[in-house]
């Protein structure tokens, strides 16, 4: 059996992390992580990571923040960010800049979610 792409997904929500890792178990490994400082952290004890799809409105560090340090030190990875508002042009010059692959509404669609990743890998 194949190992399972490993996905860390960075929220400030309890019930938002816990509902991804519900959809998602089953096709991937799901690590989380409440706040980016915490992802940052994560990530550089699980090297395996492939994905990193980020909320856009934390305390402490937004979305964007955190995939802009994290992209510095794991630039192979694909990023994603989830935003419960309309694109801002943070969001947009991180798309055009490649800084994310693709950012996501919430509530979250789990289906356009995991299509997107199979996409990608």
Do not use: C, W
Not at 39 to 65: A, Q, T
Not at 95 to 110: A, G, Q, T, V
């Amino acid at each position: 059996m194949d190992k399972k792409i490993t996905i860390l997904y960075v929220d400030d929500e309890p019930i938002n992390l816990s509902l991804f890792q519900y959809n998602l178990k089953k096709k991937f490994d799901v690590l989380t992580a409440e706040s980016g400082a915490e992802g940052l952290e994560i990530l550089k004890e699980n090297p395996h990571i492939r994905i990193v799809i980020s909320d856009m409105k934390m305390p402490g560090m937004s979305g964007i923040d955190f995939i802009k340090l994290a992209k510095k030190d794991y630039p192979d990875i694909q990023y994603f960010i989830l935003t419960g508002f309309d694109i801002t042009e943070e969001i947009a010059d991180a798309l055009n800049e490649r800084l994310i692959h693709k950012y996501f509404r919430k509530p979250f669609n789990m289906k356009e979610i995991e299509a997107s990743l199979f996409e990608i890998l």
